[in-house]
């Protein structure tokens, strides 16, 4: 039987989690292979060159672009002073004297005989590379960065907002059912990974920016409430670089949705650990979800190698139903028909008898199910 | 040559953005029939991140559906040599569109003209345009280099100036992108590409300024002269670079290049290479489309005056890197507006729920619409990608031979419309639909409705389908094997829905008369409406039919259909109101024939040129379930059941 079915979101105890965490361009990688290292800690460097100020140096002392080489006190590659001459024009036999003087500490990038613009760079921007989550270097990628093995509980979204942060795990709402509602954001939830249930919306949203929260997991939330947070519709989903001041990781899906029993429990399980919580989702090749990772202190020699492989879908397995009616819904495969059966949408398709947690049984479309990952 | 070869067995993918389709063609006889087709969602997602598991997935449901094996399962690899009738495969083949939308910077001197030439260029060649530089773009030069380090773009286009111009400008602009030097999104090791089609006297200033930087690649001149538009090359430089840039962003592109017998063709350029071949073979004027998860190509073959007064196919392809029916369906409402997308909506949703559906749609692109009201809704979306993707490929199926485009200065001044489009749909003859949700459409009528309403076709032209979405694979085939592509197309591929007849007008208001109709049918009136019942589609035929003659008014407003097979010809004589034109001018009566298909044969006379839907919610809602009857399109008792 083919394995056609929509890969699921992992949503495990314990796996081993590895990291990539590579330098936008090449640097000095400050780690060693075996090295143990902390989510906070710098693990390569480098120097992003400088932001550009073109100054236009034939225009400023009224002389010909090609002239702009020879009046030049400083050539390219050279460092200069803010408030230093790095042009000097005479005429009438030295009579008269026009200088150009730097806006900025930075060196010469360019000087162009055809614009008559002299480039300043200013100095270079440090850029670090962090582990992002406690664990163990396993590979060095030379000048580049290193990867990260890390032992832990590991639970994927099925879409985020916001990059990189960190926090204590505190569940904020009674069921996977509530709603994040804004009274149930504290003071003391500054710097906190929240976990929610069903949808949080503009109001709690507003006061988690307020408190500084760090990162909120929901089932869902309305897309229009994401459009008022970002000011933009989101054309593609291609998200990670939001400034909203805190993560959002969605479990299910967008509207309100039920969290799944299993991601609520598994949350609560590690309430008060420390975690690692990344909202860059990316639905295109090389597809990235958003997730959160609570580090153990372990060892990978020590987990159980087959909670990592992925196997097709089978009778008994739980999933989740994706697309309405019954969206969000959790169940297992009761039968796998394998004959073409007609949808009220008229299409015909492959299904699944999927027996819902009520007891209720339902025919989905096969590509309507996602597996649950365990 | 491997036509010379007499192969048994051929297996074809095509790797979509979305789902891997597989198809077994197999030597019957004398000719080469579809066996049967198998498809799998795409594996670029984690946890495979690897196509090649989608094609073997692909694969393996033709294996449950024919009995036959053409996996080694321990090796998970192809078998690539036919041992006997029920193992292994003389020839594979593959195409691919996985990845994604390519994102695109561009730069030129005067941002009403070369920048906005460049624009063109680059949203031809199907590009997101993230931010137009331009030397009088009001901003000052470091805001500029922010700009494009900011937003990290995957390729810059920079143009500018005429041949033989001041060189100055450029030379600023090439210096603002050399300092801002953007890095790649994607991948360490790889320079981004920098594509110059400006000035041939400053390429060796912009060679010097970039200074090994970034990949330069230079073409010709987009606008040589002031009056000359010229975006072939750049465009086609864009495409090539898009191409491999995509490809290779796609998890398993390696194994499965090893596995393939010819190369691996992106999924337009194979749909592309069929479109050609059918209208060689049948000469006639195309548009086609081809509307996948991410992308919608469009691609039209219309005729052109050459200078010796001879006429001549021209064929023209874009690419809507950001207009798709999955990963790019939120951009699709986004574009175009939920208003435009709800006037093709017969039912009242609201808005917040509607963005919440497009947006899951988005995050699990492999869903599919069970209810009748997600389906309405997702072919509402379909018609606006497609007719956007239509708008876009307008503006750029233009021009002359070797020259896309003659503007001169006072259409600047004018701001008049530059260039013609070589798209004319009083001449169009066929058009070509493919891609899911129009291949897969329930019914065939849903496909041809909504390639009406996204194409908007004048006079008589004939619709198709791709009957199970294969033109890619039988494109790349006909590379390799054109006897087996043309056959399977012929027999297997191609869907006849049947004719659309629209006069170009309109009238003040609705119910007024736009053309009488008389057709000469091939079945008289027991044989035709055997069946029919009041609650039928065809009952009010029956009224207007006598003997093998149906006379008809069409009304404005109206959409009147009568069946008629594939394998019917029947005889049609219209004539128009002084208000209509069927193509031969307005007023003018035509007599002409044609053959049937699946839907049969549709009168549209809901007005064209402009074509206008009732302002009034609640005329339009009425008129859309009216014509939906007419064109028996949904089951919309199953609406009503549900409210």
Redo the contacts between chains.
């Keep these: 039987m083919a394995q056609a079915f929509t890969p699921g979101l992992k949503v495990t105890k314990e796996t081993i989690v590895k990291k990539r965490r590579i330098l936008p361009l090449k640097g000095d990688v400050l780690v060693e292979k075996g090295d143990r290292v902390k989510y906070d800690q710098v693990i390569a460097k480098t120097e992003l060159p400088g932001n550009i100020k073109p100054l236009n140096v034939a225009n400023k002392l009224g002389i010909a672009p090609e002239e702009v080489k020879h009046v030049m006190n400083k050539g390219e590659g050279d460092k200069i002073k803010k408030g230093e001459e790095i042009a000097l024009y005479k005429s009438f036999f030295g009579l008269f004297k026009n200088v150009v003087k730097s806006p900025i500490d930075g060196t010469i990038d360019n000087i162009s005989d055809v614009t008559g613009q002299v480039l300043l760079r200013e100095p270079p921007i440090p850029i670090e590379v962090k582990a992002y989550v406690d664990g163990k270097i396993i590979e060095v990628v030379e000048e580049e960065g290193a990867v990260i093995e890390s032992v832990g509980t590991f639970i994927q979204g099925i879409f985020g907002l916001s990059g990189e942060r960190n926090g204590e795990i505190i569940i904020v709402t009674d069921s996977p059912e509530d709603e994040l509602t804004a009274d149930l954001i504290k003071q003391e939830h500054k710097g906190k990974i929240l976990i929610g249930g069903s949808i949080v919306k503009m109001k709690a949203i507003k006061k988690a920016q307020k408190v500084g929260v760090n990162g909120i997991v929901v089932g869902g939330i309305d897309d229009q409430d994401v459009k008022d947070l970002l000011g933009k519709d989101i054309g593609v989903a291609i998200t990670g670089h939001e400034e909203i001041g805190f993560t959002l990781m969605v479990t299910e899906g967008f509207g309100q949705m039920r969290m799944a029993q299993q991601t609520f429990d598994l949350f609560k399980e590690n309430e008060g650990q420390w975690a690692s919580i990344n909202g860059a989702t990316q639905i295109r090749a090389g597809v990235m979800r958003p997730e959160v990772i609570i580090p153990k202190d372990k060892d990978s020699s020590e987990v159980d190698k087959k909670s990592i492989s992925s196997q097709g879908l089978e009778i008994g397995d739980p999933i989740r139903i994706i697309r309405e009616p019954n969206f969000g819904s959790i169940g297992s495969i009761e039968k796998m028909i394998p004959e073409l059966t007609e949808l009220e949408s008229g299409s015909k398709t492959r299904v699944f008898e999927v027996k819902l947690e009520n007891g209720e049984k339902t025919i989905v479309p096969r590509a309507n199910v996602e597996k649950i990952e365990t | 040559m491997a036509e010379e070869k007499d192969l048994k067995t051929i297996v074809a993918t095509d790797c979509g953005?979305t789902t891997t389709k597989a198809i077994l063609v197999e030597k019957q006889g004398d000719e080469y029939r579809l066996i049967k087709r198998?498809?799998?969602?795409t594996?670029?997602?984690?946890?495979?991140?690897d196509v090649t598991k989608g094609v073997l997935?692909?694969i393996?449901?033709l294996e449950?559906l024919t009995g036959k094996k053409f996996i080694n399962d321990e090796e998970g690899t192809l078998l690539k040599e036919r041992k006997s009738e029920k193992e292994g495969m003389d020839l594979y083949v593959s195409t691919s569109s996985?990845?994604?939308?390519l994102q695109m910077m561009v730069a030129g001197v005067v941002k009403s003209m070369t920048a906005e030439s460049a624009q063109k260029a680059a949203l031809g060649a199907g590009a997101i345009v993230m931010d137009v530089i331009a030397t009088n773009d009001g901003r000052m030069?470091?805001e500029r280099?922010?700009i494009i380090?900011n937003l990290r773009p995957d390729m810059i286009l920079l143009a500018g100036g005429i041949d033989g111009g001041t060189?100055?400008h450029i030379?600023?602009l090439a210096?603002?992108i050399?300092?801002?030097?953007p890095?790649p999104r994607?991948g360490?090791g790889y320079k981004l590409p920098l594509i110059f089609a400006g000035n041939k006297d400053a390429r060796d200033?912009v060679k010097d300024?970039n200074d090994g930087k970034m990949a330069l690649e230079i073409v010709d001149n987009i606008r040589p002269t002031l009056e000359e538009e010229n975006l072939g090359p750049a465009s086609d430089k864009i495409h090539e670079l898009f191409m491999e840039h995509?490809m290779q962003?796609?998890?398993g592109y390696p194994k499965l290049m090893e596995w393939a017998d010819a190369p691996i063709m992106p999924t337009p350029g194979a749909v592309g290479a069929m479109m050609q071949t059918v209208s060689n073979e049948k000469d006639i004027t195309i548009v086609g489309v081809d509307i996948g998860g991410?992308t919608t190509d469009v691609f039209s073959v219309f005729e052109l005056e050459n200078e010796e007064g001879e006429y001549e196919k021209k064929f023209h392809r874009t690419v809507s890197a950001?207009l798709g029916m999955s990963?790019?369906i939120?951009?699709v409402?986004?574009?175009s507006g939920m208003e435009n997308v709800m006037r093709w909506v017969p039912i009242n949703m609201e808005?917040?729920?509607l963005?919440?559906?497009?947006?899951?749609?988005?995050?699990?692109?492999?869903?599919?619409?069970?209810?009748?009201k997600?389906?309405i809704f997702e072919q509402g979306i379909a018609r606006e990608a497609l007719r956007l993707a239509f708008e876009h490929h307008k503006t750029l199926a233009v021009g002359l031979k070797g020259v896309q485009q003659q503007r001169t200065i006072s259409d600047v001044f004018d701001q008049k419309e530059s260039g013609q489009s070589l798209v004319d749909l009083m001449k169009l003859d066929m058009i070509i639909g493919s891609g899911g949700v129009l291949s897969?459409a329930?019914?065939r009528n849903q496909s041809a409705y909504m390639m009406i309403d996204a194409f908007l076709p004048e006079g008589i032209t004939t619709l198709t389908v791709d009957s199970i979405f294969m033109m890619p694979q039988l494109g790349v085939l006909s590379q390799v094997h054109k006897k087996a592509a043309t056959e399977v197309f012929e027999r297997d591929c191609l869907i006849y829905l049947g004719t659309c007849i629209a006069p170009r007008g309109n009238e003040k208001s609705y119910g007024r008369k736009a053309m009488e109709i008389e057709i000469e049918h091939p079945r008289d009136k027991e044989e035709l409406l055997d069946k029919a019942t009041e609650n039928s589609p065809y009952f009010h035929i029956s009224e207007n039919m006598t003997g093998k003659i149906i006379k008809h008014t069409v009304n404005y407003g109206e959409i009147f259909r009568v069946p008629l097979k594939r394998e019917e010809t029947a005889t049609i004589r219209v004539k128009p109101t002084k208000k209509f034109d069927l193509g031969d001018g307005y007023g003018k009566k035509m007599e002409f024939k044609v053959k049937g298909g699946t839907t049969g044969l549709i009168f549209d006379a809901r007005g064209r040129a402009p074509f206008n839907l009732p302002e009034d919610k609640e005329t339009r809602l009425k008129k859309l379930i009216e014509w939906a009857k007419a064109m028996n399109a949904?089951?919309l008792d199953?609406l009503n059941e549900n409210k």
């Design positions: 953005s198998g498809e799998a969602p594996t670029v997602e984690a946890p495979y991140e997935n692909a393996d449901e449950d996985a990845g994604g939308g030069p470091y280099i922010e380090r060189t100055k030379a600023e210096e603002i050399s300092a801002a030097n890095r994607l360490i200033i300024t995509v962003q796609a998890p991410a950001n990963y790019s939120s951009n409402f986004a574009e808005e917040k729920e963005r919440n559906i497009v947006k899951n749609k988005m995050i699990r692109p492999t869903t599919l619409p069970k209810t009748l997600s389906l897969h329930p019914r949904y089951p199953r």
